[in-house]
């Protein structure tokens, strides 16, 4: 097992983290490049923000993961 992240912004448009499934992408080609084998896309939890909605993040979650 390589390294592990347990709190990554790989989620786009979610929170202050990646703007754009693209910017997603290269973050995790990074992250593996670095050594990392596994990350926990965990989102700032903030309301009135994207980061927010519970079912958006999940969602989005599952867009990642068919992206990745």
Do not use: K
């Amino acid at each position: 097992m390589g390294l592990v992240d347990l709190h990554c912004h790989l989620l786009w448009d979610i929170d202050d983290g990646c703007e754009t499934p693209v910017e997603t992408l290269a973050a995790a080609r990074l992250l593996v490049d670095l050594g990392f084998s596994d990350v926990a896309p965990s989102p700032h939890a903030v309301r009135g923000l994207p980061s927010g909605d519970p079912a958006r993040v999940d969602a989005r979650r599952a867009d990642a993961e068919a992206l990745l």
